[in-house]
Each structure stands twice: as C-alpha cells, then as structure tokens.
C-alpha cells in the first residue's frame, strides 16, 4: 500500500511537470518565436484551471500526510519524498499568488 502511495505521489509531481515541458512549438521559419510568458498571460484563465489548481494542492497535501504515516525505514526516500511533495505544494501556492496577483491587473 505504501509503495503504491510513494509511487502515486512520484506520478502526480511528474503530472504536474511534464504538461510544460511538451508544451512549447517549434516556430515556423519566418515567425518570431512568441515567449512562453506572453503566450500565458493572453490566455483566458477559467474557472476550471483554478479549481484544477485547487484540486491538485489537496491531492499533495493528502499524499504529504500519508507519507509521514507510512512509518517504517525506506532508507531516506520516504523523507526525500516527503521534502519533494512539500517543494510541490510550495510551487503549487507560488503559482496561485501569482495568477491572483495577475488577475487584478
């Protein structure tokens, strides 16, 4: 059961990355290569990205609290798991500010 929760969790952190890592196209020969900051801040934010958002931070947070329950000795990965979740959930509030912040603009 606890593997299965250590290997969920290593799954939702590298949900959460990847989706970035395939998102940028390759800009046609004689087109000017569009940030990815100025892409972003034109799109339309709805209210299903932040419940999403929302969704995913619960989702940490219940994989951070059953990871300090698991107990037991994992030879220091239950802890570097533990340290990557909360590193997760920092970035996941940082992104948050950031769109509220950006939305009252």
């Not at 593997?3 to 970035?20: E, M, Q, R, Y």
Request: some cysteine.
């Amino acid at each position: 059961m606890t593997k299965g929760v250590v290997f969920s969790t290593i799954a939702l952190c590298l949900s959460l990355a990847t989706p970035s890592a395939f998102s940028q196209q390759q800009p046609q020969q004689n087109q000017k290569p569009v940030p990815q900051q100025v892409a972003q801040a034109k799109a339309p934010v709805s209210q299903d990205i932040l419940a999403k958002m929302e969704s995913a931070k619960q989702k940490l947070t219940s994989a951070r609290e059953d990871l300090i329950n698991s107990g037991g000795e994992w030879g220091g990965f239950r802890e570097s798991a533990i340290k990557e979740v909360d590193q997760a959930l920092s970035n996941v509030n940082k992104a948050m500010e950031y769109r509220q912040s950006n939305l009252k603009k």
